[in-house]
Each structure stands twice: as structure tokens, then as C-alpha cells.
């Protein structure tokens, strides 16, 4: 199966694309490659951003509400997502790492959905939040296009989401904490690998 207009795929997986009780984790990947958009898509994470749409779609239509394995992405469970994420973070945080892993990059956006209690909305409404950048505010370089994330994000739920993002790695700059000092800090980071 391959991402495109209209999406092209062999004969053999037809049906199980037009069913939507058949249809599993590639073809919501797929159809999320469609919608991803350059200004919040940086370059290790293409393979990531398209899945906040698989894993929407698992859990909307599908009806796979399990975040243990990613809405349906692997046949794993939560603690095996769990001994994942303690390696990650007993290593020591690292944006390479996190790069080379698409499974553990979706972690660090999936966790504030999940057990920040934020649900899809926060992407949906993150996402949407950058139809009122100006032309001049949309982000350009990888730098800038993972600072707006995070600035974004904070402005959406009205959190400071800072402090999340570095915990896991992410490559974040001393303007953007300072651009979101209005914001309360949100979560629990005392115990941050669980």
C-alpha cells in the first residue's frame, strides 16, 4: 500500500481497505501521510506525525482504544510500551534515538494524550492552531518547525508543555521555555519514565 491520489495498493488487501472492520494500522498510515502538512512534520518525524491519524483512526473506527499497542500499530502491550519507554529514559533521553525509533518518538506525543488526559483534541486542536500562523510565523527549518510544535501546543491547552518535550529528548531552545513562561508548567515529571 502506498500513500498517494488515490491511494495505490495490490488487488489483495481491496477488501479489507473498503471494510472498515478489515482495514488495520497501514491503511489509516497511509491515509495519514496524505494529511501530514510540512510546517509540524520535521525530517525524522514523517514517519511519525502520520501516524497521530493511524492511531486516531484505530481508536475512532476501529474501536481500539488500547493505547498499550498503539491503538493497534504491533501486537505488544503496555509493558512491554513500558519497558520500552524505562530503557529510553534510563539511558538517557536523546533526540538521535528517538529519531532512529518512530515507535518511541510517537510515545512522547501519545503520552500527554494519554496520560495527560488531553486526548486527541490536543493534536487535532495543535494541528489546526497553525491556520492562524502568519507567513512570516510559520516555521521553515527543523529548528524552528520543532520549536512551533511545542509553542503551539502550550497555546492550545493552555499548558506549558516545555518541560515535557525535553524530558524526552527533544532539541528545544531557552526562547521558546522563555516564550511560554506565561503558561503553567503541566504534568508530573518527578517520575517521568512511567
Known amino acids: 500500500m502506498h500513500s498517494g491520489y488515490p491511494i495505490m495498493t495490490f488487488m489483495d488487501v481491496v477488501n ?4 472498515t472492520n478489515g482495514a488495520h494500522w497501514g491503511h489509516y498510515y497511509e491515509l495519514g501521510h496524505n494529511h501530514q502538512d510540512s510546517a509540524w512534520t520535521w525530517e525524522c518525524v514523517v514517519e511519525v506525525t502520520c501516524n497521530f491519524f493511524s492511531a486516531r ?37 536523546d533526540h538521535k534515538v528517538l529519531c532512529d525509533s518512530p515507535s518511541l518518538y510517537l510515545d512522547s506525543f501519545l503520552q500527554l494524550i494519554e496520560d495527560g488526559g488531553y486526548g486527541f483534541e490536543l493534536l487535532r486542536d495543535t494541528i489546526a492552531s497553525y491556520k492562524n500562523l502568519s507567513e512570516e510565523e510559520m516555521p521553515q527549518t527543523d529548528e524552528e518547525k520543532i520549536q512551533t510544535w511545542v509553542k503551539q501546543q502550550s497555546k492550545t491547552a493552555g499548558c506549558n508543555f516545555y518541560e515535557h518535550h525535553q524530558q524526552w529528548g527533544w532539541p528545544l531552545l531557552e526562547a521558546t521555555k522563555a516564550a511560554l513562561a506565561e503558561y503553567p508548567v503541566c504534568g508530573n515529571y518527578d517520575d517521568y519514565n512511567n
Open 16 to 19: 479489507s481497505t473498503l471494510d
Open 57 to 93: 483512526g484505530m481508536a475512532a473506527v476501529r474501536g481500539f482504544t488500547d493505547p498499550a499497542n498503539f491503538y493497534g500499530w504491533y501486537d505488544g502491550n503496555m509493558e512491554q510500551r513500558l519497558q520500552d519507554r524505562e530503557k529510553y529514559f534510563a539511558d538517557g533521553p
